[in-house]
Nanobody
Framework: QVQLVESGGGLVQAGGSLRLSCAAS????????MGWFRQAPGKEREFVAT????????YYADSVKGRFTISRDNAKNTVYLQMTSLKPEDTAVYYC?????????????????WGQGTQVTVSS
């Protein structure tokens, strides 16, 4: 069982940066692959980025590649999403999620645990 709590969202101007954090409870955090997803009003939840349990592999949606960086600190039970060059279309609720498949997973239904989300709003 893993409980996830996101933080770091807020209001930022286009071109700005934010760093999201996702703190996990439980002693087995390092055994889970982690992902970030987002959901804008009226749209389906979409994949943003994922990182494998060791941090050795990452994968990004084309829409954020080169602007967002996912990382993790297993000693702190935390995964991060550094977001730079933000655009108004990045506005959404951002969720972190965990799965134990030990492979790159971009489909939300394969993730077992989810946080409550944090709002990111980018003004133009």
């Amino acid at each position: 069982q893993v409980q996830l709590v996101e933080s770091g969202g807020g209001l930022v101007q286009a071109g700005g940066s934010l760093r999201l954090s996702c703190a996990a409870s439980g002693r087995t955090f390092s055994s889970y692959d982690m992902g970030w997803f987002r959901q804008a009003p009226g749209k389906e939840r979409e994949f943003v980025a994922t990182i494998t349990w060791s941090g050795g592999n990452t994968y990004y949606a084309d829409s954020v590649k080169g602007r967002f960086t996912i990382s993790r600190d297993n000693a702190k039970n935390t995964v991060y999403l550094q977001m730079t060059s933000l655009k108004p279309e990045d506005t959404a609720v951002y969720y972190c999620a965990a799965n134990s498949l030990h492979t790159i997973v971009v489909t939300a239904t394969w993730y077992d645990y989810w946080g409550q989300g944090t709002q990111v709003t980018v003004s133009s």
